[in-house]
């Protein structure tokens, strides 16, 4: 059974930049992060596998948001710059509890079985 814990949410104006943890309990394969706007599906944003040897980020973050890893602190890290309002929301991150045919979908929620609670960030002026 693995846990999950987010932090790291808070306000920023636009432009602003936040890093988003996510502390595992344990080793995981691969961890990804979602994110939910109020009134919209979750979408993914990013994710990294083993050692950081597989990342995928959704369009709508390139070149602005970095996934990393940290294996001996079981910590993954989403560095988000040039935050804009569009990304607004509550930043989940989670971990498969087995292979699928791939560790780091995006467009596939359900892949993922441990979620963390949430931590809430807001881009606004």
């Known amino acids: 059974q693995l846990q999950l814990v987010e932090s790291?949410?808070?306000?920023?104006?636009?432009?602003?930049?936040?890093?988003?943890?996510c502390v595992a309990s344990g080793f995981?394969?691969?961890?990804?992060?979602?994110r939910q706007?109020?009134?919209k599906e979750r979408e993914?944003?990013?994710?990294?596998?083993?050692?950081g040897g597989i990342t995928t980020?959704?369009?709508s973050v390139k070149g602005r948001f970095t996934i990393s890893r940290d294996i001996t602190k079981n910590?993954?890290?989403?560095?988000?710059?040039?935050?804009?309002?569009?990304?607004?929301?509550v930043y989940y991150c989670a971990?498969?509890?087995?292979f699928r045919g791939s560790w780091c979908r995006l467009d596939r929620a359900g892949d993922y079985d441990?979620?963390?609670?949430?931590?809430?960030?807001?881009v606004s002026s």
């Not at 790291?8 to 943890?21: D, F, H, K």
């Open 57 to 59: 980020y959704a369009d």
């Open 75 to 89: 910590t993954v890290y989403l560095q988000m710059n040039s935050l804009k309002p569009e990304d607004t929301g």
């Open 28 to 34: 995981t394969l691969a961890i990804g992060w979602f």
């Open 37 to 39: 706007a109020p009134g």
């Open 8 to 21: 790291g949410g808070g306000l920023v104006q636009p432009g602003g930049s936040l890093r988003l943890s």
């Open 114 to 122: 441990y979620w963390g609670q949430g931590t809430q960030v807001t």
């Open 95 to 98: 971990a498969p509890s087995r």
């Open 44 to 51: 993914g944003v990013s994710c990294i596998g083993i050692s």
